[in-house]
């Protein structure tokens, strides 16, 4: 039997056959300098904490990449049915980069759109009397700093709806940020490297130019450091306005909502928009999600519009009551229209559908 290796060199070694495989400057450096943090750990009494940071490096290269596999959405030239009519009931705002589009879509509140990818994610500027908060920074491809200035001279908070790469892509611009006490935000909070996100700008993902400053061979998401913890209940005076947390796992095991009270309107994050709806990737939980769709629906009559975190930006309030009649539908064996693709069953409903785990 042959002699088992130390952890540290176990570890070190994968990371050099790694070293050895891949192309790309930034690859490489990656591999290098977690094969010379492990080598020191060995060293010094700080060998366990490299480990584990090293291993969080890891599992988050994993996760990222499982997450481009599940996706289950249909991404055969998705971007025929560009631009979405919804956008056009919106005023347009002028702004240098050709990456985004923004659009004012009510008092004070900035729909920031990123349309050339295959996410069409949607960031938020929530602009009050005395400060602004920005719900979520986006894919971290173009310069939302850059965006955000030209649109407010306001102090920015910023707080992740949840923090998948394409919701924390710029976080690290940003002084600001508020964030969930959960070992998952702790966790993505760290980054991560190069190849846990170079899938999403694969073929059939992108197809608008990127921008001319921006790297592929070193896209990542970047480290960022949370200045505030909030959760459940917390409430955010910006100026005229009050922002409300709701704590509403299941998509993500940090995701939030914000319901603004006064106006009322409720700003979702990825618990709902019109798409399919993810209980299946990694870290996603149908049970939470049941949950947070039980507890949306009951706020259907406290709110006029939900403001959705991809593809449109805003949508009737009846929709809550469809998603907890959805969730429960599933639960309760009553949905039957569905079909099933790499062991997911993708359950349809009017607008919107939601894919769980065929034991569901």
Request: glycine share 8%; proline share 3%.
């Amino acid at each position: 039997m042959g002699r088992v290796l130390p952890g540290w060199l176990q570890y070190a070694k994968r990371c050099y056959a790694r070293w050895s495989f891949v192309r790309g400057n930034a690859m490489k450096s990656y591999y290098l300098v977690l094969i010379l943090l492990l080598a020191a750990s060995a060293c010094s009494d700080n060998k366990r904490s490299v480990e584990e940071a090293a291993t969080v490096a890891e599992q988050s290269r994993i996760a990222d990449n499982d997450q481009v596999r599940n996706r289950g959405a249909n991404k055969d030239n998705w971007w025929d049915q560009l631009p979405r009519p919804e956008w056009s009931a919106y005023q347009k705002i002028d702004q240098d980069q050709d990456w985004f589009e923004v659009y004012l879509i009510a008092d004070g509140i900035y729909a920031i759109y990123e349309p050339g990818q295959f996410e069409e994610v949607i960031s938020f500027l929530i602009t009050g009397e005395d400060r602004a908060l920005l719900f979520d920074t986006g894919l971290g491809i173009g310069n939302m700093r850059r965006v955000v200035d030209q649109l407010t001279d306001l102090d920015v908070i910023v707080l992740n709806s949840h923090t998948h790469y394409d919701h924390i892509g710029s976080n690290y611009l940003f002084d600001v940020i508020y964030g969930t006490d959960t070992e998952f935000t702790q966790r993505r909070a760290l980054g991560s490297p190069p190849d846990a996100v170079a899938d999403f700008l694969q073929e059939g993902w992108v197809w608008k130019t990127l921008p001319e400053e921006f790297s592929a061979d070193t896209y990542q998401s970047r480290a960022f450091t949370i200045s505030k913890i909030v959760g459940e209940g917390d409430r955010i005076d910006i100026g005229g306005r009050v922002l409300e947390i709701l704590f509403t796992p299941g998509h993500a095991p940090d995701s939030i909502c914000l319901i603004d009270r006064e106006n009322r309107l409720l700003f979702t994050g990825d618990s709902f928009y019109l798409a399919p709806l993810y209980t299946h990737i990694p870290d996603s939980s149908f049970d939470d999600y049941a949950v947070t769709a039980a507890r949306l629906a009951g706020l259907a009559g406290d709110i006029d519009s939900a403001i959705t975190s991809h593809n449109v930006p805003v949508v009737d309030s009846s929709y809550m009551t469809a998603l907890g009649q959805a969730f429960a539908d599933i639960q309760s064996g009553a949905a039957s229209d569905f079909t099933l693709s790499d062991g997911h069953r993708e359950y349809h409903f009017d607008g919107f559908s939601v894919i769980v785990k065929d034991e569901k």
